[in-house]
Structure formats: structure tokens, C-alpha cells
């Protein structure tokens, strides 16, 4: 069974850093492209960051890049969004996803996706 989860949310001050965590089980990462999403009350999901199967090539929203940075370790099964200076804007649920053999960050192009973490950037 394919499943995903996400870890490392919680409360942090505006400035402040947090590393986020997907683990994959029942399938491997290798030929999967992952994407973090993030998801506030009456908003669309939008895609924050998302990193390719194949050759690993990243994409970043706008409003975090440089900012933040994604990253994968296929022997862990492992994807990682390392979150610095964080703003209370960054506030949101905090979904990975995991889309086979594709190449985009659109929600939609996404079928499997982990239960979320929550990220609270507030002082």
C-alpha cells in the first residue's frame, strides 16, 4: 500500500527555520517526482516546491524561493523542505505528494498524498 507521511511541523517564530519530512512506504521514490503543497482555510492548494524523479531538478513558488529548499534521498525514501526565514504568510497544512514519472507541480497532476503537517509561524 502506498503511503506517505509528513513530519516536522509545528510553531515557530517569524525568522525562525523548520525542516519538513515526507517517508515513502510501499513503493520506492525513485521514479517518482514529489511535490510539497500547502493549504490554508479557504484557499486552493497551491504547490510550494517539487523536485523531478529523474534528473532532480527543483521548482520553487515565487513567494519561497530562496528561502527554501527541497531535496530527496532515495536510499531513505526520504523528501525533505528545508524552510528558512520563515513568515507568518508561511502559515498553511503542509502536504507531500508523489506523481508518477511526471515532471509538474500542479495539484492536479498529483494522485497520492500524505495527511499533512501543520506549520504555525507566529510570535
Known amino acids: 500500500q502506498l503511503q506517505l507521511v509528513e513530519s516536522g511541523g509545528g510553531l515557530v517564530q517569524p525568522g525562525g527555520s523548520l525542516t519538513l519530512s515526507c517517508a515513502a512506504s510501499?513503493?520506492?521514490?525513485?521514479?517518482?517526482?514529489i511535490g510539497w503543497f500547502r493549504q490554508v482555510p479557504g484557499k486552493e492548494r497551491e504547490g510550494v516546491s517539487c523536485?523531478?524523479?529523474?534528473?532532480?531538478?527543483?521548482y520553487y513558488a515565487d513567494s519561497v524561493q530562496g528561502r527554501f529548499t527541497i531535496s530527496r534521498d532515495n536510499g531513505k525514501n526520504r523528501v525533505y523542505l528545508q524552510m528558512n526565514s520563515l513568515k507568518p504568510e508561511d502559515t498553511a497544512v503542509y502536504y507531500c505528494a508523489a506523481q508518477f514519472y511526471g515532471s509538474t507541480c500542479k495539484v492536479d497532476d498529483y494522485d497520492n498524498w500524505g495527511q499533512g503537517t501543520q506549520v504555525t509561524v507566529s510570535s
Open positions: 523536485i523531478t524523479d529523474r534528473n532532480g531538478i527543483t
Open positions: 510501499g513503493f520506492t521514490l525513485d521514479y517518482y517526482t
